[in-house]
């Protein structure tokens, strides 16, 4: 594949991804804000860097947190000419490695990777006399994986938990967790197994111990790259130290107000310090929000800068966004007297949605715990609302998605002989004998999919009938999508997309947990059970889990990019005691009177005129935007006036004030980076692309007049 030209790579970037782009050496720490391009930023980077010559692709390893990422990682380095380049998950990358060299050091093939730890526990907890049932043995399964990737083992987990003050499981006494951690090794001895920590254990260990081990990787692998780099977690950044060794050639990029997992291990300290880890590293921020208007921004930066001002603990070192959408819908707050009535709006709202043109699955209802869901599911199938529930089995671990895939692969195999005999036959036949139409890729997963009894009309029954309608209907849309590919090639991209869990869009409203929504976005999000107990956790009993539980209401909010609505329950079943308290992390966000939740503006406000309305506007938009821009703002404002007055039209006629904000927030700095701006077409870019430029640069535009002459 050829490589891009790096100038038009550039073209492609705002002026802060391009500051990460042309960073092609030496540490480099990227701060990037929910929904600023951060992936756009480091992929254009590495293309940037093998276009230039500065890195060579082979010895590139861009590591993530999940296998969806990292498979959307290499599809956009294949796309920017650079498919050599490695992106994996953390431990995709330390087995591969593992199973590399583990013949050599340690002799025979690499022990069994068990995917679940729950057997093993309860078999060590029988073991030493522990009592457990299902729920218990998944948070000491838990617990086990913390002390792993703290890098704690049992002589040490006594007096780390009592430093941090964390609690052990349920029921649980710091001896009995101390005893478990020895008997669960013991168990995976016997068994001949290793868990995921294992992995990096195990290779981290082996790089220590074999110099000649460390000197193969660190001569294949010379440019790192680490996304979600706040996530990481002890064990990580030990690995990560040794596949670097005295190097420093590596970029990080992260957001410290999404640290959503300390109490999974992770910790967003090493994002913080960079710097004190790696002396002369540049830091780049990135604010501009591409994802959501103004109006979700506003209200998740009052939500941080309020954690930022208020109590003993704070997140430091989160970014303030700026939106360059266009203003759009106020945010909505309601309360309501019991989680069904809460659930009951939820399904009125997304159908009016739906019904003016928002598909299904571009709706997310989110909740803090997965209890949640159940009044939530009642509702919706009571008024005919499709829905997804993530977290539950995986899209390609469910019995009719393995049933369909084996079909297609039976069906792809029979089309192959069939067609392998038709062109021998049609060999010795005419040209016209051998014209017939060929059956499109919809046509074959159709033809394929109906032996399982799927129909191109949904069925009429609900529940697990139209979920698995549902679940069949995403795979043809696929192939809907992937009009060029044969039947054969189809079967392939499904099965790549099982190995990284990329699953296709299922036509429903999504209902998922905030943890899982981390990383994903829709057009519309409503963001139910803001109450104290629920969100803020009732286990937030310190200071810093209450801070965690503000970052994560931080990464719920900013997955909406047109709608969002914040909701509330004053009691948990219908008729219940009204004992709910709205959620503290509100305060100072939350109007303070509720409408009905029918107006336009702001819940408790009546719709401004537009005087007051423009007055926000601007107001939002200098406290968002720094002096520079909100200054080359006023002198477009000035320009376009001395210019409508010339022209004898209405300044909005020649440019409105939103895509003068927009092109002083994005600070283009060719025609083509001026072009993508909304609101500036052919004709408006030949008239006033050249005077806009010259503003940016601080020069005095020519005149019509001048121009002309």
């Not at 391009?37 to 082979?58: E, H, L, S």
């Not at 209890?371 to 995986?394: M, N």
């Not at 104290?532 to 009732?538: A, H, N, Q, R, V």
Request: hydrophobic fraction near 40%; proline fraction near 5%.
């Amino acid at each position: 594949m050829t490589l891009r030209d790096p100038e038009q790579l550039l073209d492609a970037l705002d002026p802060d991804q391009r500051k990460v782009a042309v960073q092609v050496a030496g540490p480099l720490a990227v701060l990037a804000g929910a929904g600023t391009g951060k992936t756009r930023a480091i992929t254009y980077r590495i293309a940037y860097g093998v276009a230039t010559g500065a890195f060579d692709q082979t010895n590139i390893l861009a590591v993530t947190f999940t296998a969806r990422a990292a498979a959307e990682m290499r599809s956009r380095l294949r796309d920017l000419g650079v498919p050599g380049a490695q992106a994996r998950t953390f431990h995709s990358a330390a087995l591969r490695q593992l199973q590399f060299f583990w013949p050599g050091v340690v002799g025979g093939p690499v022990p069994e990777l068990i995917p679940h730890k729950a057997s093993l526990v309860a078999a060590a907890a029988a073991r030493i006399g522990m009592r457990v049932d299902k729920a218990l043995v998944r948070d000491l399964a838990a617990e086990i994986e913390w002390s792993k990737v703290s890098m704690v083992g049992p002589e040490t987990y006594a007096e780390q938990i009592r430093r941090d003050s964390r609690p052990t499981p349920s029921g649980t006494s710091v001896e009995d967790m101390v005893r478990l951690l020895d008997a669960y090794e013991d168990a995976k001895d016997e068994r001949g197994v290793i868990d995921f920590e294992d992995v990096l254990l195990t290779l981290s260990g082996m790089i220590q111990e074999r110099q000649d081990v460390a000197r193969r990787i660190r001569a294949q692998y010379r440019t790192f790259v680490v996304d979600e780099y706040q996530d990481v977690s002890r064990l990580q950044q030990h690995l990560l130290d040794l596949w670097l060794g005295e190097r420093h050639d590596l970029c990080v990029v992260g957001d410290v107000a999404q640290t959503i997992y300390s109490f999974a291990g992770a910790s967003s300290a090493y994002l913080r310090d960079f710097r004190k880890r790696h002396r002369g590293a540049n830091v780049v921020e990135l604010t501009r929000d591409y994802r959501s208007t103004p109006q979700v921004v506003a209200v998740a930066n009052r939500l941080m800068d309020h954690g930022r001002a208020s109590g003993p603990v704070r997140t430091s070192g989160a970014v303030h966004l700026t939106s360059t959408r266009p203003p759009g819908s106020a945010v909505r707050f309601s309360t309501h007297a019991d989680e069904r009535s809460e659930a009951d709006h939820v399904a009125r709202r997304a159908h009016e949605l739906h019904a003016h043109g928002l598909p299904w699955s571009a709706i997310a209802v989110l909740y803090r715990t997965n209890s949640q869901s159940e009044v939530l599911e009642q509702a919706l199938s009571e008024v005919g609302v499709p829905f997804v529930v993530k977290g539950g089995t995986r899209f390609f671990d469910r019995e009719e998605v393995q049933r369909a895939m084996l079909a297609l692969r039976r069906h792809a195999l029979a089309h192959a002989v069939v067609d392998n005999a038709v062109a021998t036959t049609t060999r010795d036949q005419d040209a016209e004998a051998s014209t017939k139409p060929q059956d499109t890729l919809v046509d074959l997963v159709e033809e394929a999919l109906s032996v399982l009894g799927w129909a191109p009309q949904a069925p009429v029954a609900g529940g697990a009938v139209r979920e698995r309608w549902d679940n069949l209907t995403a795979i043809v849309e696929l192939a809907r999508a992937k009009p060029d590919l044969t039947l054969a090639q189809f079967v392939e991209e499904l099965a790549e997309r099982s190995r990284a869990q990329a699953a296709p869009t299922v036509e429903g409203v999504t209902l998922t947990t905030l943890h899982t929504a981390k990383g994903l976005e829709w057009d519309a999000v409503f963001l139910v059970g803001a109450s104290e107990g629920l969100l803020p956790i009732s286990m937030a009993t310190t200071p810093e889990a209450r801070e965690e539980e503000r970052r994560l209401l931080y990464v719920g909010i900013t997955r909406a990019r047109d709608h969002l609505e914040i909701s509330w329950a004053k009691a948990r079943g219908e008729g219940g005691r009204a004992n709910r308290k709205r959620s503290s992390l509100l305060h100072g966000i939350w109007p303070e009177q509720e409408s009905s939740g029918r107006g336009r503006g702001r819940a408790g406000e009546a719709a401004p005129s537009r005087k007051k309305n423009r007055a926000r506007i601007n107001e939002e938009f200098e406290k968002e935007n720094s002096p520079q821009v909100v200054a080359l703002f006023e002198r477009m404002r000035q320009w376009r006036l001395d210019l409508s007055r010339q022209l004898g039209v209405p300044p909005f006629a020649v440019l409105t004030d939103q895509t003068l904000r927009d092109v002083a927030v994005a600070g283009p700095r060719t025609l083509t980076q001026l072009r993508v701006i909304k609101g500036i077409g052919e004709v408006k870019l030949d008239r006033f692309g050249a005077p806009l430029l010259a503003l940016i640069r601080g020069e005095e535009p020519a005149s019509p007049a001048d121009e002309d002459g």
